[in-house]
């Protein structure tokens, strides 16, 4: 039972990662298209998002 509930989170948790690897990656194709003022911007927005989420 252990493994299983280790592996589930393992699992969980990589697919958190994936999801705010490609957020990242759309604010950084944001910013190039030029459809965001300013890097730091989607940057400021990106961790304000994260910091704080549940995992």
């Known amino acids: 039972m ?3 509930v280790k ?3 393992a699992e969980t948790l ?3 990662q994936i999801e705010v690897r490609q957020c990242v990656m759309d604010g950084v ?3 190039r298209e030029g459809k965001t003022k300013d890097f730091n911007t989607v940057c400021d ?3 304000k998002k994260y910091t ?3 995992v």
């Open 14 to 16: 990589e697919q958190y």
């Open 52 to 54: 704080n989420a549940k």
């Open 7 to 9: 592996k589930n989170y």
């Open 45 to 47: 927005r990106l961790e």
């Open 2 to 4: 252990e493994v299983a």
């Open 29 to 31: 194709r944001q910013a």
